[in-house]
């Protein structure tokens, strides 16, 4: 694991490392501080443009081995997603290099009153960008990069490169434990994982498995858990930092650690990125790695129904009709539309914590993802204030999230006929009509939603932080949100 610190006091020009990497806006001139060295550059070798880089060599009047200049992009446009792009193809540079440590300028336009957001984000960054799963390749030597300095060192920019190492930690756990395959990432595993953050941080956890779901008329998860021999869990972390007094935050998310559709079988291509089918639960678990690590003064209760989704004697059949949690009736019309099922027992059973608010994130519907692409989860609620401050901490953390409505249209559209709801509206409007299902359970508190059918895993790497397979979202989306409530708590104390 790479080590982010503050270093390198004095001028650019007196760091001493193997690579000093300092990023450029789009047309801009070099920065004077690095002299002569940027000039020896012929014009035209780099423009800035974001992403861009140049390697130069013993540059001229600098300390630093190499100079490695990155493109921001154009300075109008910056903010602090391009910091955590730049530190972030620095420090894969730094690694292919085969370089034990490198150090990074931080980029800032307003001085210093930014630096700490800068240096979080370039931490932020760097630790994302460094990642790769790679735990189940055999005899392959890698070599890690072991010290990524921010520049210049200062107490502002060393807090903030460990907020961003704290940070980042929720997306690589995240990660982790989605890109993990389902023979090893079962939802006993997932249980295990979450004892480990309990453990690490003083959290209050509990499990329940097969007989105590059942017993708790956690139906939903009972009934899509049945026919599996890797029984369903139902993990409850709770972090206890805030009043007393205070409504504590609910998270809940989806955790089918593989979602073959069941007895509605999913079409055999591409069925293996169906184990990326609990990134909601992995996010919601890596937000309270997080949340220990900084220790929010704030209460958080994670709620994460485990279960995996397969065909056999004992599977739920269409036109089944089951009592969720809640005591409303569901006409299973699909058997692949579970994620909900689970998730409306965990929407009903948050009502005993008298939540503040509660937040459930989902890889629930292949809708979403057509409807907004890569780019973007899917968001809707019954509060537009909670929704409003839900999408402000997506665009924070560089995770966009987009409203998306929840009329009353789409409730009608999965009223029942047998029962009070069916669990499918049909092909149109697939992730408004999975929201208003989830609305029915959703009662007496404020809740927002996030579908991350798009967003949450790629075959293809998004950007320099990102790379292919789990991206970890939204578990940085979350772990602002929480941070901006801590600090409203704290103000309001
Ligand atoms: N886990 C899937 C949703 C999904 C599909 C996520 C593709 C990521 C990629 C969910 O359980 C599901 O199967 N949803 C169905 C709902 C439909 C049957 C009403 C879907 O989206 O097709
Ligand atoms: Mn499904
Ligand atoms: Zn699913």
Known sequence: ?????????????????????????????????????????????????????????APDGLAARRLLLVGLGERSRFGLDEVRRAAATAAKRARSLKLDEAAFALPTQEGSAARVPAAEAAAEGAALGLYRFDRHKTGEETRELS???????????????????????????????????????????????????????????????????????????????????NEPRFIVLEHRKGGAEDAPVVLVGKAVTFDSGGISIKPSAGM???????????????????????????????????????????????????????????????TDAEGRLILADALSYARRYDPSCVIDCATLTGACHVALG???????????????????????????????PLFEEYTEQIKGDTADLKNSGGRYG?????????????????????????????????????????????????????????KAEEAAR
């Open 374 to 404: 890569d780019h973007a989860s899917g968001l809707m609620g019954n509060d537009d204030a909670l929704v409003e401050e839900v999408r402000r901490a997506g665009d924070a953390a560089g995770e966009k999230a987009w409203p998306l």
């Open 1 to 57: 694991m790479v080590r982010i610190v503050a270093g390198g006091r004095g001028a650019l020009a007196e760091v001493r490392t193997e690579m000093l990497a300092v990023g450029l806006f789009k047309d801009d001139a070099p920065p004077p501080e690095l002299g002569a060295a940027a000039s020896a550059l012929p014009s035209g070798d780099f423009s800035g443009k974001r992403g861009e880089t140049a390697l130069l060599y």
């Open 147 to 229: 010290t990524f300095a921010l520049v210049p060192d200062d107490a502002g920019v060393a807090e903030g490169a460990q907020t961003g190492e704290k940070i980042a930690a929720a997306a690589l756990l995240a990660r982790d434990l989605a890109n993990e395959p389902s023979n090893t990432a079962t939802p006993e595993y997932l249980a295990e994982r979450a004892r480990g953050i309990s453990d690490r941080h003083g959290m209050r956890i509990t499990v329940l498995d097969r007989a105590t779901i059942e017993a708790e008329g956690l139906n939903g998860l009972a009934t899509v858990g049945r026919s599996a021999d």
């Open 272 to 334: 293996q990125d169906m184990k990326y089918d609990m990134c909601g639960g992995a996010a919601v678990l890596g937000a309270m790695e997080a949340v220990g690590a900084m220790d929010l003064s704030l209460n958080v209760v994670a709620l994460v129904p485990a279960t995996e989704n397969l065909p056999g004697g004992d599977a739920f059949k269409p036109g089944d009709v089951l009592k969720l949690h809640s005591g409303k009736t569901v006409e299973i019309l699909t």
């Open 430 to 486: 697939g992730a408004l009509t999975a929201g208003a299902f989830l609305k029915e359970f959703a009662e007496g508190y404020p809740w927002a939603h996030l579908d991350i059918a798009g967003t949450a895993y790629d075959s293809k790497s998004r950007n320099a932080y990102t790379p292919k397979g789990a991206t970890g979202a939204p578990a940085r989306t979350l772990v602002e949100f929480l941070r901006g409530r801590a």
